[in-house]
């Protein structure tokens, strides 16, 4: 027999009952029934009760083991008896009488409990993350993770991919956040950049005369912590195509991304063909360009119902302002006034001066507003809104009004509250869309110029003649991106292969050609020796297993990640580099001065 075991702690059935076994791995928990020992026994695969009695010679063993020891297990398969069978244990039929009991490592006091899972504060999870990764869920999502993973490289190679590897140590890229640089000893004084993205790297494959690119590709920036992003490294499923337009990419990618969360939706329905959302289209309806269309709620432009209207407030933006709009956001059912104070309440917390609202009730036949605003524009005004928006006896329409480019965001987010409050989302199930058309430039307030709006190395809608001959701020992109629940799991474009129009789109945002040369030569020196139209897409990883798996945190589904703060405790990195490392690499660390 194996030193160790014959069966993992998930393969014994009630076929095996009979036979003699060994068994390893982690001390779950011991209950004590009357002097007989239950001892669940854990591995990676699965759960085996383990009974020790008294008069077996592995009982004194028994007695001493605590949890998350390590022991070994030898003993004989048995029934369980009909009352006893745990229907929720792979194992569960059977259990083995212990013979022998070896304890192959004990353990320490624990400072995080690992059966039952309950909160924990993170910094002590991720200081023992060895021990956090013991517990159920996470182990359970990280093994989720790898076959995701392997579902995509398998549906990726099945749409006619191969598999590329791109260079860690590159040059720095704008890719829209900080690189992180590393220190060349070689050459002093010069620095290489991890990836932020294989952007240019996957556009070269393709100018290398590799036809469809994919990669499971780690990427690296150096910003701030967000909620939909740990800090520091993340993976994509980064891909590149060739001889393509927009509709190729989307049609090619769309069945393996539907493919993936079908395979792991455990039941949950998911789109069955996504459709094509203008971004103008999505901030306007949404407020957002990455929607979650599981809530029911679209926004609608009332702006004529309230011209020259006797809401003043709304009147006079409309006629002061040429820019200003009113929207409406319907709330089906939130016909209270208590519900409409709370919105109200909650947008002065958002440090709005309120969200002015309707709300309809029925008065004999005749459905009637309510509220500040129904009276003051009068029952026809107020009853062509609730005609507009489809609402009846019950409902509730709130309004933001002023330049939408200022107040899509908050309306978006009162959207949001309002389908989660009165329970209009429909958490079971996943809606994915794409997201169209974007914005190719953007104001950039700060700097008072024109900047990119997303990737550089997209191709305008209209080529060269549109650079040449319009206002850049109204140029859209040949850029999507894919949307989930609220999030968006994956961007893309086609790209810019022509070095002349890449100049161009470069010189707009200040960047003149001996810069582009300078900053991008290796794609700028490529696009001279014939480059194929090509696009492609990259999809987070991450959040993609965080959907699928239910998790809240994107630590729910990493195996090692860092803290809030960008700080690696079980490793504690990042630590200062030795003497000897600095001279090596011809560097001084000069010291922070804190201001007073």
Known sequence: MHRYRSHTCAQLKKADVGATVRLSGWVHRVRDHGGLLFIDLRDHYGMTQIVADPDSPAFKAAESVRGEWVIRVDGEVKARAAEA???????????????????????????????????????????????????????????????????????????????????????????????????????????????????????????????????????????????????????????????????????????????????????????????????????????????????????????????????????????????????????????????????????????????????????????????????????????????????????????????????????????????????????????LCWIVDFPFYEWNEDEKKVDFAHNPFSMPQGGIDALNGSDPLSLKAFQYDLVCNGFEIASGGIRNHLPETMVKAFEIVGLDRATVEERFGGLYRAFQYGAPPHGGMAAGIDRVVMLLVGAKNLREVTMFPMNQQAYDLLMNAPAEATPQQLRELSLRVVSQKKDA
């Open 85 to 431: 069978v745990n229907p929720n244990l792979a194992t569960g039929e059977i259990e083995v009488f212990a013979r022998e009991i070896e304890v192959l490592s004990a353990a320490k006091e624990l400072p995080l409990p690992v059966f039952g899972e309950p909160d924990y504060p993170e910094d002590i999870r991720l200081k023992y993350r060895f021990l956090d990764l013991r517990r159920e869920t996470l182990h359970r999502n990280i093994v989720a993770r790898t076959k995701i993973i392997s579902e995509m490289r398998r549906r990726m190679e099945g749409a006619g991919f191969t598999e590329f590897s791109t260079p860690i140590l590159t040059a720095s890229s704008p890719e829209g956040a900080r690189d992180f640089l590393v220190p060349s000893r070689i050459h002093p004084g010069t620095f290489y950049a991890l990836p932020q993205a294989p952007q240019q790297y996957k556009q070269l494959i393709m100018v290398s005369g590799f036809d469809r690119y994919f990669q499971i590709a780690p990427c690296f920036r150096d910003e701030d912590p967000r909620a939909d992003r740990l800090p520091g490294e993340f993976y994509q499923l980064d891909l590149e195509m060739s001889f393509v337009e927009q509709e190729d990419v989307l049609s090619t990618m769309e069945p393996v991304m539907r493919g993936v969360f079908e395979a792991f939706a455990d039941g949950k329905p998911v789109t069955p063909k996504f459709s094509r959302i203008p971004y103008d289209v999505a901030i306007r309806k949404y407020g957002s360009d990455k929607p979650d269309l599981r809530n029911p709620i679209e926004m609608q432009d009332v702006s004529e119902h309230f011209r020259g209207s006797g809401f003043k407030v709304f009147a006079n933006i409309l006629a002061n302002d040429p820019k200003a709009e009113v929207w409406a956001i319907p709330a089906k059912t939130g016909g209270s006034r208590a519900f409409c104070d709370r919105m109200n309440s909650w947008a002065q917390g958002e440090g709005q001066p309120g969200l002015g609202y309707i709300f309809w009730r029925k008065e004999g036949e005749a459905i009637e507003g309510a509220g500040p605003i129904a009276k003051n524009i009068g029952e026809e005004r107020t009853d062509a809104i609730r005609t507009q928006l489809g609402l009846e006896d019950g409902d509730a329409a709130f309004f933001v009004a002023g330049d939408p480019n200022k107040f899509a965001a908050f309306a978006g987010a009162a959207r949001t509250r309002a389908g989660e409050e009165l329970n209009l989302v429909d958490r079971d199930r996943f809606e």
